[in-house]
């Protein structure tokens, strides 16, 4: 995150510039399509966020391409209990409100589409797990302030469903760059599997608590 999005985008022009970065061959299991998109303003150039993607093609290797370089790890410091641990208990209308945001996935609305792929049912969008972590980091550790959070980042690792109670485990380093602190974090269903995995984020310590 290089600067606050603004609260509204009315008289601003802003862009959605994404691009392809490395496509990777990893064999017989696939293969690695990797992206950058940036939210710019049209009229300064400024880049406001950069988000880095993988997307993993199941089935789609042994094409001759790079292997790409190996993923990078960020687990939770060695035998150290959380500093804290937030929850969100999202409801059966969760996905399809999360819609809203413009994801109209069937996969997220209709049990259809998710029993054929083996989940069971409609499944949350991966990305307001990813959200409702950032959430609770910001509000335990930045203050609920969005101009405290630099990098969010972690990997999805199993579906969450409607309904599901979400437990996001953080970790604090003590490593201190520029004022940002190195965070790690795990986020599981409760009482069930890891859903967000090498969690890690740069936050801005705030002391005290937000109520927001």
């Known amino acids: 995150f290089y600067k606050p999005l603004p609260p509204t985008s ?8 994404q691009k392809v970065i490395g496509v990777y061959d990893k064999g017989k299991s696939g293969s690695v399509l990797e992206t950058q998109t940036d939210i710019v303003d049209k009229e300064t150039g400024e880049v406001y966020s950069r988000a880095i993607g993988s997307a993993f093609f199941m089935g789609q290797g042994n094409w001759g391409g790079p292997k790409g370089p190996a993923s990078q790890n960020f687990p939770p410091p060695e ?5 804290a641990v937030v929850t969100h208990q999202t ?13 109209y996935n069937p996969l997220h609305a209709t049990p259809e589409p998710g029993q054929k792929m083996g989940f069971g049912g409609a499944i949350m969008h991966g990305l307001s797990s990813w ?14 302030d969005p101009s405290n959070m630099r990098e969010f980042q972690a990997r999805f690792a199993s579906p969450v469903k409607p309904g599901d109670k979400l437990v996001t485990e953080i970790w604090r380093t003590g490593e201190v760059k520029d004022g940002f602190e190195e965070i790690r974090f795990v986020t599981k269903v409760e009482g069930g599997k ?14 005290g608590k937000s109520k927001l």
């Open 10 to 17: 009315e008289g601003r022009k802003f862009e959605l510039r």
């Open 79 to 83: 035998g150290k209990k959380p500093d």
């Open 91 to 103: 409801t059966a209308e969760s996905a399809l409100l999360y819609r809203l945001n413009g994801d």
């Open 131 to 144: 959200n409702f972590a950032a959430h609770g980091l910001l509000k335990s550790v930045g203050g609920s």
């Open 194 to 207: 890891v859903c967000l995995s090498n969690g890690r984020a740069s936050i801005k310590p705030v002391a």
